[in-house]
């Protein structure tokens, strides 16, 4: 039992360019999500699963997309990278069967744009 | 979604007991109060959640009075490995807006030998 695992944990990308970063989790959970977090900051929501085939918005959804085939993988895509979009993103997870809030984190990706 | 309210940082000791307080003014009835912890370069990971009264477990305690417009997070003699970012979440786990975990700027705590 991983959890949340996000790939890859560091990554450079030039200006412009586009990549996929990946969150797979393995405890059969309906819900996930993508944060990320600016230095010295708290997480921003950037978007969210109900489930599979089903993803929304959250707080700052511009130049990301998302996709959730699966129940398993929730990946996050930078069309077109930019400088401010250097952040670490997390991946969390939580199960929609239980009453707390108890969501799963995974290690972070740490992107830097140049 | 209610909006919480947490001091930006706090320093203590270690072995001291700290305290930390989290404002709700417009809490609903539904709403659940839940405390994370984020140490460096990691992701947050769950502490405690609670609705009212006091809720106990291994790592903390969470107070709520009986309005629960407020909360406190409270962590009996702390150590340097205590040094994290607390975060105070408030909303409804059972409803359809408990997916969306909206994080606040949290609380930073310093233990100082």
């Known amino acids: 039992n991983a959890g949340v695992t996000q790939t890859p944990k560091f990554q450079v990308l030039k200006t412009g360019q586009s990549m996929t970063l990946q969150c797979a989790q393995d405890m059969n959970h309906e819900y996930m999500s993508w944060y990320r977090q600016d230095p010295g900051m708290g997480l921003r929501l950037i978007h969210y699963s109900v489930g599979a085939g089903i993803t929304d918005q959250g707080e700052v959804p511009n130049g990301y997309n998302v996709s959730r085939s699966t129940t398993e993988d929730f990946p996050l895509r930078l069309l077109s990278a930019a400088p401010s979009q250097t952040s670490v993103y997390f991946c969390?997870?939580?199960?929609?069967?239980?009453?707390?809030?108890?969501?799963?984190f995974g290690q972070g990706t740490r992107l830097t744009v140049v | 979604l209610a909006k919480t309210t947490q001091p930006i940082s706090m320093d203590s000791y270690e072995g001291q007991e700290v305290n930390i307080t989290c404002s709700h003014n417009?809490?609903?009835?539904?709403?659940?109060i839940t405390w994370y912890q984020q140490f460096p370069s990691q992701g947050p990971r769950f502490i405690i959640q609670?609705?009212?009264t006091k809720v106990t477990n291994e790592v903390a305690s969470l107070f709520i009075p009986a309005d629960r417009k407020s909360s406190t997070l409270s962590l009996p003699r702390v150590s340097l490995s205590d040094t994290a970012v607390y975060y105070c979440?408030?909303?409804?786990?059972?409803?359809?807006?408990?997916?969306?975990?909206?994080f606040g700027s949290g609380t930073r705590l310093l233990v100082r030998p």
């Open positions: 417009n809490i609903a009835t539904n709403d659940y």
């Open positions: 969390a997870s939580r199960s929609r069967r239980t009453v707390n809030t108890e969501a799963f």
């Open positions: 609670g609705y009212k």
């Open positions: 979440l408030v909303g409804d786990s059972r409803g359809d807006s408990s997916y969306k975990l909206i």
